[in-house]
């Protein structure tokens, strides 16, 4: 299963490696979770590196580290076709990136644009990261 990681996600792990975001992250360098990010994802969270304490090219490198899979920034036909699905236009790359790399599930912690769409989107799965851990625990 493959499984779409938003920025924030990557942000929260790299700065508290002991929350549910940080646990994700350690399954997926792990092998555990066959994690997938984009270019644009790998950018932001590189912009953002300061909110983790850490400075751009530190982050790129723990970014490797963690994901083996990074796709290409979806085209604009893509991200077009999702902008009428996000309340932020801005977030419309990460649903396609996450479909067009055939995810079943997004983890984000951005509630306001995208855990809203949970009940909403019906070919991806949308959970914050406590909700992913605890339904991989669940299935244990």
Do not use: W
């Not at 236009?89 to 990136?97: I, M, R, T």
């Amino acid at each position: 299963m493959k499984v779409f990681f938003n920025a924030s996600v990557i942000l929260a792990g790299v700065r508290s490696p002991s929350g549910a975001s940080g646990e994700l992250l350690k399954r997926v360098k792990a092998g555990e979770i066959k994690g997938v990010i984009s270019e644009l994802i790998v950018n932001e969270v590189a912009r953002h590196a300061d909110k983790a304490g850490f400075g751009r090219s530190e982050m790129e490198r723990k970014i490797e580290e963690i994901f083996i899979l990074i796709s290409e920034a979806p085209e604009a036909e893509a991200v077009k076709k999702y902008q009428s699905k996000v309340l932020d236009p801005d977030d419309s790359h990460v649903l396609a990136s996450a479909m067009r790399e055939k995810c079943q599930i997004l983890v984000t912690l951005d509630k306001k644009h995208l855990l809203v769409l949970a009940r909403k989107m019906k070919d991806i799965q949308i959970f914050s990261p406590g909700q992913y851990l605890m339904t991989l625990r669940q299935l244990r």
